[in-house]
């Protein structure tokens, strides 16, 4: 097991915080007996749980009859008799209501400029866009690849895919052309909705030039449109018959735009995400199920009210910007901060200063941020959270990897003032909303643990059979009932689904590829993958994935990768590379490492760059021929090598490697 948080100091961690008697008084879900009404009621009648929950938070165009199919599993069907239209469901569904003209989006971008806009306005912008793809003929059923910057018109593009049943596959805009290029393929898109340009810290970084090029290939004729919005007004090539202006797209377009009703399982959306093995994963979500985990997560989770002002930091190209900007908040009606850019420009105060200019009640970010602010607030007073006025925050969240005490405590003490709870939530991709946490209202707090199951949820620590492991006993992550919002299958992909996920030794369970363990009071405490994905800023990424990157240029011979604790993101990547010539050293070896790590960078994405690369003359390998990553993440964490390594062909190459930095 791999990542930040080591056994040790979580064991050693004690400290429970109980519930603020304030909160508790009026949340949701208010008090412990509350909660566990709510999972009894689960236990007792699990689908007249769900049925009852998707019946009172979901506006239906035909109403289901039929709650779980669970005739093929692991392919399970949520009120697959029912009817819906996700986008009514956030939008339309307020229209007539007080949230109509309320505030639905604050969005600063990347200069600070500010943009509101109203839920009727932006069903307004939504409904727009949607007739114009309407009368481009995008149809219900087709897919569109969406590379967008932080903006209202990225949540617009969404929203408008929704409402057509047009299944939208979010990619985020690190990610290079050729990333694009294979997810537009592996999804089959027919449209590509991005910009000329985003800005990160105040530069510009081109995004139409990445999709020109991922579209260059032979093999993405089925693209028809390319509509680009105007960010920065940067110069963009232009292929004529294809390439639009978002400003062309909408223009005399009404601002009414029926939306279509679709099954509950129609795929709403299908997100990429590392495995283990191979290329990424097209995790496929439902409409029905995955709207109502994302609005239960949002409510519950953050005991959501009419008068919060939420913030949720994550980029709309992961799931966490999915669930918590895109789709959880509209439904739920609340008002959100959306932000273009980064957390360090103008100056790494800049959290903190929108949340006291927009009054933000509840927000929502990553541990790789925390402790990248931690570090930059204890160099720099002038941008300590102290120096702002915090006083509106009533819950702070946490999500993308395990919290280590040390920074849950900064975290609670600096931006919480020690009285808001930090929700510390688990959940992945391919659960579409939170499956272990805290709730506000009832959960007393252990810093390092994500607490308790989220109402509804089954979840467990087995052993290699699936038997439940005894208390304070590690093992793995499993989540034995299928729920409303987990994923349904891996795009174009159904064997790799049950392969990836539902190991036969397990019973028949999801596997979530995580280790972890239950303290006596059931607390749950997350280690970290127990595959080959690594965890680098809260963003997934392959081992395989890395490697494939490097094997791909001319120079490399053979590549390993492995994680390595990092003290800001919470793992960093180490590469072990064997070159096609003589083992560099010197300046050489550093000339070829810069070119390596940017050669990954074009090939997946900066998120992607080794950190470290080490020159070897060849890997250590069993006789059979397996690379040992094991005894590698010891070499990367300059640790000694205890176990035996008589069994290697080479064990020599260890003190080898271990040498060359
Ligand atoms: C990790 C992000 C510990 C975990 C929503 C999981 C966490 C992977 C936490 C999913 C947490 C996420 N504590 N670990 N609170 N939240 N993880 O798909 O390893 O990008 O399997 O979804 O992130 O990452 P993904």
Redesign the pocket.
Known sequence: MSGPTSIESVLSESRVFPVFPNLERDARIAGMAAYEELCQKAEQDYPGYWADLARDRLVWTKPFTQVLDDSKPPFYKWFHDGELNVSANCLDKHLGTPTEHKTALIFEADGGEVTKVTFRELYEQVCQFANGLKALGYKTGERALIYMPMSVQAIVAMQACARLGITHSVVFGGFSAKSLHERAVDVGATLVITADEQRRGGRAIPLKNAVDEALSAGDCQAVRHVIVYKRTGGPVAWHEGRDLWWEEVVKGQSADCPAVSVNAEHPLFVLY?SGSTGKPKGVQHSSAGYLLGAILSVQWTFDAKDSDVFWCTADIG???GHTFITYGPLAAGLTQVVFEGVPTYPDAGRFWNMIERHGVTVFYTAPTAIRSLTKAAEADEAIHPKQYNLDTLRIIG??????NPEAWMWYFKNVGRERCPIV??????ETGGHVITPLPGATPLKPGS?GLPFPGMDVAIVDEVGEEAERGNGGFLVIRKPWPNMIRTIWGDPDRFVKSYFPPELKGYYL???GAQRDTDGYFW?M??IDDVL?VSGH?LGTMEVESALVAHPLVAEAAVVGKPDPTTGEAIVAFVVLNGDLPAGAEADKIAAELRNWVGKEIGPIAKPREIRFGENLPKTRSGKIMRRLLRFVANNEPITQDVSTLENPAILDQLSEAH
């Not at 946490?398 to 919290?403: A, D, L, N, Q, R």
């Open positions: 995400t992961w799931v966490t946490s999500v993308g990897e395990p919290i510390d939530t688990w959940w992945q991709t994500c979530a590829g995580d997350v970290g993958r965890n997934r």
